[in-house]
């Protein structure tokens, strides 16, 4: 058989489904179903950027989702997710959501979280060998990860329904079958099939090689795992697919060969872009440029500004995206950003899509009341906010609980608080105007504190002195 190859940049089978002008026709953007439908629908949204192999196999990749090939539906399709920390990050999203279209087509997905392969590290797309973690916090983080891929699971099953059948979502971790794997076994069995020019030869390897740290076999090794990985879940699961980010095509095209020798069946890869900053560095925890999915890392309010701050060259490819709005949509509410570009109208429906998808309704919701509270003074938002909202807020604030004493004065407040020096300064800063009390500017330093104005009904009060210090105060026994 002739050696299977990869096209990068070519038009292969999908560039047939569209319109001249790149655009899906009606009948496939309306269904998911065809032999074409689902690889180009997400191909002409960008989502899915390569195929490996294209051609030069006994089905090809598109006869895999037809549902008119008797043994061809469903399919099982993986994506995987080392626990190098304890949180999804945006970046991971695209494979997440690339996984959701499968799965809303009727597909079977697996989450695979690498709670073995993150004890080595993966060399793709470093320079330089990652930070070592020692096996009680990957377990750690391997566990955090599988809450947080299936709280996003839930909410995409939860809020974006489409009504159709849905394939199964499954998480698994593969330190569940290397904990029985014994080191010499394993590669007395396995490492036969693999050739070395064959794995000196990635791009991965060749660059980390060349690097003045060079390369340790603990990361060389990682791609044999990888690819056991695929196989493993191949041979339990009929999994065929394999899904990851553009800098993984190396790691997927030695599962290929490796299945394919041991069996003789042909396997598949599709890459999903990797999502850079405005300077061009990839989004993630190497680069320092993060934004978690965990609340405690970035709360609902940040996610959704982040994506609110989008710049219009690039808020139409990120609905594409990070959404599930078809692309007549799309193209509708870019139609109106044109004659109301001051109401950001795609950046705040981007945001709320995605905020909704990773933290729910509720934060959602959330998000939107800190952006009111926060950009549009609004007090309506700030009585209803909770604690943890306010905190995660205003990040930086100082955070009391009072008891709220007969007669408590503003000057009382900002002393208790230590939000103002003692003393005659202290005094100044309110009677000159530094000092305001839920967005409302208080000059009298003998006020006496009144519910409704200066108390919120949430029992909370929030303390600006100058223009970027907050305190929030909790008071007790209103």
């Known amino acids: 058989m002739a050696a299977p190859m990869v096209r990068l940049f070519s038009r292969g089978w999908w560039s047939s489904a569209l319109t001249p002008s790149g655009v899906l026709p009606l009948g496939i953007r309306k269904a998911h179903s065809g032999a074409q439908g689902l690889l180009a629908a997400q191909k002409a949204r960008g989502l899915f950027k390569d195929f490996f192999p294209e051609k030069g196999t006994k089905i090809e990749l598109p006869e895999l989702f037809d549902r008119g090939l008797a043994g061809n539906f469903p399919q099982t399709i993986y994506c995987g997710f080392d626990p190098t920390a304890d949180s999804l990050h945006v970046g991971h999203l695209l494979a997440l959501l690339g996984l959701f279209h499968f799965q809303r087509a009727g597909h079977n997905v697996i989450a695979l979280v690498g709670g073995a392969t993150a004890r080595l590290g993966d060399p793709s797309g470093r320079t330089k060998e990652r930070e070592a973690l020692d096996a009680e916090r990957v377990g750690a983080n391997a566990r955090a990860l599988r809450r947080g891929l299936e709280s996003v699971a839930a909410n995409h099953q939860q809020l974006f329904n489409n009504g159709c059948p849905w394939g199964s979502f499954t998480v698994l971790d593969n330190a569940a079958w290397y904990q029985k794997e014994h080191l010499v076994n394993f590669l007395a069995a396995m490492g036969g099939h693999f050739r070395m020019g064959t794995l000196l030869s990635r791009l991965s390897v060749q660059t980390r090689l060349k690097s003045p740290e060079g390369m340790s076999l603990t990361e060389f090794f990682y791609q044999v795992l990888q690819a056991y990985d695929f196989y493993h879940l191949f041979q339990r699961y009929g999994c065929r697919v394999q899904l990851g980010g553009s800098d993984q095509l190396g790691n997927i095209m030695s599962g290929y060969e490796f299945i394919h020798k041991l069996t003789g ?44 701050r989008q710049q219009d060259d690039s808020v139409a490819r990120f609905l594409k995206l990070f959404t599930f709005l078809p692309i007549p949509e799309i193209d509708h509410i870019m139609q109106l950003h044109l004659k109301e570009p001051e109401k950001r109208g795609p950046q705040k429906r981007l945001a709320a899509e995605v905020t909704k998808l990773v933290h729910g309704r509720e934060g959602l919701d ?57 003393g005659p300064r202290g005094y100044r800063m309110i009677t ?16 006496v504190l009144v519910v409704g104005q200066h108390i919120l009904k949430n029992g909370l009060s929030l303390l600006k002195i100058g223009k970027r210090n907050f305190y929030i105060i909790k008071w007790l026994q209103l």
């Open 265 to 308: 069946e042909d396997v598949f890869g599709i890459t999903v872009p990797l999502i850079t900053s405005t300077t061009g560095a990839k989004l993630g925890k190497s680069a320092g440029n993060a934004v978690w999915l965990n609340r405690e890392k970035t709360s609902p309010f940040e996610l959704y500004q982040f994506f609110i």
């Open 366 to 422: 959330s998000a939107k009341r800190c952006t009111q509270a926060l950009y549009h003074s609004s007090i309506d938002a700030l009585e209803v906010m909770s604690d943890q909202e306010l905190k995660e807020l205003f990040k930086e604030a100082s955070f009391s609980e009072l008891v709220l004493d007969p007669g408590t004065s503003v000057l009382d407040t900002c002393r208790k608080a230590n939000a103002i020096p003692d």
């Open 432 to 447: 000159e105007g530094g000092v305001s009390i839920n967005h409302r500017q208080v000059t009298n330093p003998e006020s």
